[in-house]
């Protein structure tokens, strides 16, 4: 079996580590693809604490994504309920849907709280009535409001 070398990986690759992580490889591997692209570096010692340092700096930027987070999911929690009006036809049937961007909005307008519409799940809303939907603000965080649609 052929000699490994350790490396340290500068960017995610696929099958083989996340950013920051030691991995060992095959000695061509590294010499011909990874160290001329830039995607790892030996696993020196100074590569080694320089590595440390991102993955503290990392830490504290999710520490601090967290806590907005949170604050986030205390604003929305004080809203009981958001009530959005659209258009309706027969038998309480909504022309079109309610959307991910429709909730968004009218947080926006209640609360000033930008949230992001991808990060909703919403079950699919074609009539009158009360929903629930889930907002995930963070990994971590996860908040539940209570959607009411009514008439215009």
Known sequence: MAKRVQV????????LGRMGQVVEVAPGYARNYLFPRGIAEPATPSALRRVERLQEKERQRLAALKSIAEKQKATLEKLATITISMPVGEKDMLFG????????????????ETIDRREMILPEIRKL??????IK??????????????AD
Do not use: F, R
């Open 137 to 150: 603000l963070h990994p971590e965080v996860t908040v539940k409001l209570n959607i009411q649609v009514v």
């Open 8 to 15: 340290v990986l500068n960017e995610t690759v696929n099958k």
């Open 129 to 134: 009535g009360t929903y629930t939907a889930e």
């Open 97 to 112: 849907s309610v959307t991910p961007q429709d909730v968004a909005d009218a947080i926006q307008a209640i609360t000033g």
